[in-house]
């Protein structure tokens, strides 16, 4: 079955509901009495709701085996909160200045319960609930259930094909536009027009790392002006209906070297490696393994120096982490980058990144732009 790109049906109130109950399922599963989610990615995903601005006032969605899922949020705040999408399926416990928010929190979690936090928590209220109820522990929720969100359902799935199909076509519109001359923040800028015109509401990234600064897999984009002759890394993406695209293809400006050719083959190679190797219950590690092997073999392996790829879904770098040590099979619906490149320091660098879903039996890209190198102008 091929996942299609689809402008989305909005996410139901049931959609919600479905979500806060795996999520009390798995917590109790992995040892936990329930779950504690702070303004962020999480509680989007659980609830709907993101507040306009993430303040001090404590706004905290609490999901246990014990009490309905509740969410204890300012007062001057919650006909927002009513307004959210998943609202139908929560209660909501309202705290006024002056009161103390971690009391009336405190009195929806078990005093000696053990409970998963979301990453996004400030340390201060997270000792706020500490010095409320002491014998309550907490684990932070990237530790106890990192796949929380790894799995994605039919709508997320066509919402990610959507993201990767606006990002195809902005790299087939960038191909056409000048390199020479111009300096990386002016391409850089034509990039997020065009993530923006093909249906983007972000845009989060748009790397262009030419020359020396291909081999920066973190220089974003500066003042250098791009030379005939230029190895370009073009990386970028945001989010389209809430969702995430990221994909890289690297160019050159005019004919390529030898070198640049060679080093642009290994690492498709490898990116094409390792996409063939995705299937349910091959483990991430297993993926970066592949990458890095045909890497590796061909003499490149100490200058591949990241992973090989992170998941994404309503943020663009999430579980699950292709990464040696990451033992977690890969399971149908989950989607991750495969994004092996070269970095070859003070010259140039090579990258190449598609967003990759598992399917029943095997791997399905969300890019789908040409992996060969390009020559532009
Ligand atoms: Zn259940
Ligand atoms: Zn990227
Ligand atoms: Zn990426």
């Given at each position: 079955m091929t996942i299609a790109a689809a402008e989305p049906v909005p996410f139901t109130a049931d959609d919600y509901a479905v979500r806060m109950h795996r999520v009390v399922d798995q917590a109790v599963e992995a040892g936990l009495d329930g779950v504690i989610v702070a303004p962020g990615p999480d509680l989007l995903w659980l609830t709907g709701y993101r507040p306009t601005a993430i303040t001090e006032r404590l706004t905290m969605l609490v999901l246990s085996r014990s009490v309905r899922p509740t969410m204890v949020v300012p007062t001057l705040e919650r006909p927002d909160v009513e307004a959210?999408?998943?609202?139908?399926?929560f209660g909501i416990v309202d705290w006024s200045d002056g009161a103390d928010p971690y009391a009336v929190a405190g009195r929806l979690l078990q005093p000696d319960g053990r409970f998963g936090i979301s990453d996004s928590t400030w340390s201060m209220h997270l000792l706020g609930l500490q010095e409320a109820l002491p014998d309550t522990r907490y684990r932070a929720l990237s530790h106890s259930l990192p796949m929380l969100r790894a799995v994605k359902d039919a709508n997320e799935l066509g919402r990610l094909a959507a993201a990767g199909a606006a990002a195809d076509a902005t790299f087939g519109e960038i191909?056409?536009?000048?390199?020479?001359?111009?300096r990386e923040n002016d391409v850089a800028a034509d990039l997020a027009r065009l993530l923006r015109e093909f249906?983007?509401?972000?845009?989060?990234f748009t790397v262009v790392g030419s020359g020396p600064n291909g081999a920066n897999p973190h220089h974003e984009a500066g003042d250098r002006a791009i030379q005939p002759g230029d190895a370009v890394v073009l990386d970028f993406g945001g989010l389209r209906y809430g969702y995430g695209s990221d994909t890289t293809r690297t160019v050159t400006v005019g004919e390529p070297s030898a070198e640049v050719r060679r080093v642009h083959e290994v690492v498709r190679l490898a990116q094409q490696t390792a996409f063939e190797a995705v299937r349910p219950g091959v483990s991430c590690a297993e993926i970066d393994r592949v990458a890095r092997g045909v890497i590796t073999e061909a003499g490149y392996g100490p200058q591949f120096i990241h992973r090989t790829g992170h998941g994404i879904g309503v943020t663009t770098h999430e579980p699950p982490y292709i990464v040696e040590g990451e033992e977690l099979p890969l399971k149908p619906g989950m989607c991750f980058s495969i994004e092996p490149g070269i970095y070859l320091s003070g010259r140039f660098g090579v990258r190449i990144e598609d967003i990759v879903t598992v399917t029943s039996d095997a791997g399905q890209r969300f890019n789908n732009t040409d992996r060969s190198l390009h020559v532009v102008e």
């Open positions: 959210a999408k998943g609202a139908t399926c191909l056409h536009v000048r390199f020479a001359g111009r249906g983007h509401e972000q845009v989060d």
